[in-house]
Each structure stands twice: as C-alpha cells, then as structure tokens.
C-alpha cells in the first residue's frame, strides 16, 4: 500500500507567539490572528478537490491546536468535532525555558544558549526535549496511520515530519520556518506548502 497523504496544519497565533516566546507543552489560546489564519486554512482545504469526509482528522491535545482544528473542519465544510486527539502529537518539551524568549534565554543562561545552537537538532532545553526525542513519537504516530490523513499540531511536530516523510535533512530542522497560515502537504517522499488563494485559484483553474 502507497504511504498516506499528509495534510498538516500548525496551530493558528497565540498570543505567546506574537510576543515570540517558547510555548512548548503551556496550554495557550489563539487570539484573533490565530483564529483567523485557522479559517484560512479551512478555505484551503475546501478548496481541494478531495473528499475530505473519508479522511482521518487527528490533534494535539493542547487548547490552541483543538481549537485550531474545529475551525479548520468548519472552514472545510466538516462537523467541528469530528477529530481525534494524540498527546504523542504535543509540541516539542522545552522545560525551564518555556515562557521566555530566545533574547531572555541568552540574557539568563547564555552557556546553555550557546550548546543549543551550536547543536539545535541535539540539545534539549534544561528539563525538556531534543528533536530526535520527539522524531521518535511522531514517527510512532506515522507509523499507526491508516489512511490519508489531516493533521493540525505544532511546528515542532511539522518540522519533525518533513525530516521523517518530507526527505529534508534532519540536521535543517530546528531552523525551518513553519508558517501559521499554510497547509504543508507530504506525499511520495517530498512536499509542497498550500496557501488558500492557490488553492481556490487551482480550483478555479481546472
């Protein structure tokens, strides 16, 4: 059987986010922006020419990525709750430096700053996680899929698939942007980022 399709969704913008602080497993709201840029992908996933009903809808636990994906599926025309959840899908543990950002980190910490970047893919956070750890629980979550598949996490959990599913070496990972308003598609190997005006244009278009 061919590997599923994977459509991912990060969470839309919290307020941590917009402040450019480390959330980690901190439970935080979307705001406004985030609530937005979640319908934006709902669009963009309605606007795909997929019967999106005979899909499995899997979450992070966490309040941001439910909330998150019940706009999503409402955007795509889908009940709201209609999802599971996988705490193996909770972003990337960052212990004691959650709440803080990279600036207060340096500030407060800076041997420890300078060991994570001169290794981000390796270094844990003081009482967290490195992504190998957490490659390690997505890939179990891969592994146990069915079927084409949506999932909204965080960017940690999307990083760590592209590096498993999207042939990016792992070694880029920790320095990849992860956008909040897009839909990163993985298939066969490679993958492809969706916006909701190109995906409506492609509709338009065929």
């Given at each position: 059987?061919?590997?599923?399709?994977?459509?991912?969704?990060?969470?839309?913008?919290?307020?941590?986010?917009?402040?450019?602080?480390?959330?980690?497993?901190?439970?935080?709201?979307?705001?406004?922006?985030?609530?937005?840029?979640?319908?934006?992908?709902?669009?963009?996933?309605?606007?795909?020419?997929?019967?999106?009903?005979?899909?499995?809808?899997?979450?992070?636990?966490?309040?941001?990525?439910?909330?998150?994906?019940?706009?999503?599926?409402?955007?795509?025309?889908?009940?709201?709750?209609?999802?599971?959840?996988?705490?193996?899908?909770?972003?990337?543990?960052f212990?004691?430096?959650?709440g803080?950002?990279?600036?207060?980190?340096?500030?407060?910490?800076?041997?420890?700053?300078?060991?994570?970047?001169?290794?981000?893919?390796?270094?844990?956070?003081?009482?967290?996680?490195?992504?190998?750890?957490?490659?390690?629980?997505?890939?179990a979550?891969?592994?146990?899929?069915?079927?084409?598949?949506?999932?909204?996490?965080?960017?940690?959990?999307?990083?760590s698939?592209?590096?498993?599913r999207?042939?990016?070496?792992?070694?880029?990972?920790?320095?990849?942007?992860?956008?909040?308003?897009?839909?990163?598609?993985?298939?066969?190997?490679?993958?492809?980022?969706?916006?909701?005006?190109?995906?409506?244009?492609?509709q338009?278009?065929?």
């Open positions: 059987m061919p590997a599923p399709t994977l459509l991912l969704i990060r969470h839309g913008e919290t307020a941590w986010n917009a402040q450019r602080l480390l959330q980690g497993r901190r439970d935080i709201a979307l705001n406004d922006t985030g609530r937005g840029q979640a319908a934006e992908s709902g669009l963009c996933l309605k606007a795909l020419p997929l019967d999106l009903s005979t899909w499995d809808f899997v979450a992070s636990p966490l309040a941001r990525t439910r909330e998150t994906m019940e706009i999503v599926r409402r955007g795509a025309g889908l009940p709201a709750a209609d999802y599971r959840l996988d705490e193996r899908l909770v972003e990337i543990h212990g004691e430096w959650e803080l950002s990279w600036e207060q980190i340096r500030e407060q910490a800076p041997g420890h700053y300078e060991e994570r970047w001169a290794d981000p893919l390796n270094y844990p956070a003081p009482g967290g996680e490195n992504y190998p750890m957490v490659f390690d629980r997505v890939e979550v891969l592994q146990g899929l069915t079927g084409d598949t949506v999932i909204v996490a965080h960017a940690g959990i999307l990083r698939v592209l590096a498993l999207g042939g990016v070496d792992p070694a880029r990972i920790p320095l990849i942007e992860i956008p909040q308003d897009r839909v990163l598609v993985v298939r066969g190997g490679g993958f492809a980022w969706l916006q909701a005006s190109t995906a409506l244009h492609n338009t278009a065929t």
